[in-house]
């Protein structure tokens, strides 16, 4: 059977594929809950900031396979934002839950793994248009689909803490995989309200091939397609949050 309640942050489609219905009355419109998760025009401002910093990257550095190697202290800066901030994500996501390590100490990248079983992270692709001479799909989290160590997040730690030995590290490569980790996981948590920060009813277009986006939207998103029935949500918003716990806690 569906799931008679949300989890916190964490989006799953209805029975009808969908996550939000057209209406702004929507029953559905549980990721407007500040019990969802009160942070939520923070974080999608945090993201927003790299986002244009990107952009401006862009008028240096041509998006392109043949820059993928580039790296500068720009792109090292960028890399550790955009890596802070997913990192920022994750442990929100996990202490929503209430989850704990085991052993106790500071969450870890093994910890945030976790979230793919709840969230299907590997399947999220993420399209940019601008890139030359065709648009390019990332799979920031695709390694995670076999339980494999992220690429890019290896590379920002290991030039995080060495950069003289590893500048080489903090590339475009590594920034563009760590700035569409990050806009992946903040869609997989608020969906359409994740591509703008001014949003209050989730406005956005699905083109033909699934991707969904906005006008100010840089990327287009195309979101997991795996869910069975009962991993799906199935709810009137309105009634479960006048009751009683309305939002359940995902058991990592």
Known sequence: MPLPKPFYRIIRPFPDGEYLAPSTGDERV??????????????????????RDLIELFDYIEP???NLPTYSHRTYELLL??????????KGILHANGYTRPAGGNLDVTDYYKIEKASR?????VILNAWHPIRKIFEPFKEWATGQPL??????NTVKHNRSMHFP???LENVMASITALFAILFSQYYSFALNRYHNIGDY???????????SSLFSIITPSSWSSNEQYDFDWNV?????????????
Do not use: M
Request: charged share 30%.
């Open 30 to 51: 549980y990721i407007l809950s500040n019990d969802y998760s009160p942070d939520r025009s923070v974080l999608i401002r945090a993201y927003t900031l790299i986002e």
């Open 64 to 66: 392109c396979d043949a």
């Open 81 to 90: 934002r955009a890596s802070t901030e997913f990192e920022t994500n994750c």
């Open 121 to 125: 992270l590997s399947e999220y692709q």
């Open 151 to 156: 690429r890019w997040y290896r590379s920002y």
């Open 169 to 171: 590290e903090a590339s």
């Open 205 to 215: 277009t699905v083109d033909d091939d699934g991707s969904i986006h906005d006008d």
């Open 240 to 252: 479960v949050r006048a009751t009683p716990n309305p939002i359940d806690k995902f058991s990592f």
